[in-house]
T-cell receptor, first 117, second 112 residues
Framework: SAVISQKPSRDICQRGTSLTIQCQVDSQVTMMFWYRQQPGQSLTLIATANQGSEATYESGFVIDKFPISRPNLTFSTLTVSNMSPEDSSIYLC??????????????FGQGTRLTVV | QQQVKQSPQSLIVQKGGISIINCAYENTAFDYFPWYQQFPGKGPALLIAIRPDVSEKKEGRFTISFNKSAKQFSLHIMDSQPGDSATYFCAASTQAGTALIFGKGTTLSVSS
């Protein structure tokens, strides 16, 4: 299993500013995932972050807007840059301690609820 | 991303009733089908999962039914309780360990 601490839990930010979200895991994991969950919507994968390599972004998400750091096997950050009201959402980090594959349970942080005004 | 289609969007069930949520997928490479439960203010948590070589998996009051030929799977919650009121997401991934692809979610409300 894995316990994920995500900070901040919520924030209200001015448009044009940036927010960095931190994700701390209680065990070493190779793969970390960042998702966005818009109000009443599903979880959409933003990017996959592996330690020691550049994050891989999904279609519609770019590094300039959502830079990710992965300095070690227990920590990652996601920055939401130059925010606009459309970025208001819940951002979640996730890990699969088993390394992926069938039967690997994904664990999620409690999410960061971002409101851009 | 390949799509996983989930229905209904919302569901109201009487206490003690059966809740049924359906999902359909397109990518035949998917071979891991979990269901996640999410309470307000919390991240999703794994509820139950199935692999495509079995047609049904049961854990307590929760059952997944899987139809490989139809590319569909469903979650059945027996004897639904008010504490089951939450949002449920179906998901899928490949054995290659890619990230989960989620359905749009179903908000379940169990009335007492």
């Amino acid at each position: 299993s894995a316990v994920i601490s995500q900070k901040p839990s919520r924030d209200i930010c001015q448009r044009g500013t940036s927010l960095t979200i931190q994700c701390q895991v209680d065990s070493q994991v190779t793969m970390m995932f960042w998702y966005r969950q818009q109000p009443g919507q599903s979880l959409t994968l933003i990017a996959t972050a592996n330690q020691g390599s550049e994050a891989t972004y999904e279609s519609g998400f770019v590094i300039d807007k959502f830079p990710i750091s992965r300095p070690n096997l227990t920590f990652s950050t996601l920055t939401v840059s130059n925010m606009s009201p459309e970025d208001s959402s819940i951002y979640l980090c996730s890990v699969e301690p088993g390394g992926g594959g069938w039967g690997t349970e994904a664990f999620f942080g409690q999410g960061t609820r971002l409101t851009v005004v | 991303q390949q799509q996983v289609k989930q229905s209904p969007q919302s569901l109201i069930v009487q206490k003690g009733g059966i809740s049924i949520i359906n999902c359909a997928y397109e990518n035949t490479a998917f071979d891991y089908f979990p269901w996640y439960q999410q309470f307000p203010g919390k991240g999703p948590a794994l509820l139950i999962a199935i692999r495509p070589d079995v047609s049904e998996k049961k854990e307590g009051r929760f059952t997944i039914s899987f139809n490989k030929s139809a590319k569909q799977f469903s979650l059945h919650i027996m004897d639904s309780q008010p504490g089951d009121s939450a949002t449920y997401f179906c998901a899928a991934s490949t054995q290659a360990g890619t990230a989960l692809i989620f359905g749009k979610g179903t908000t379940l409300s169990v009335s007492s």
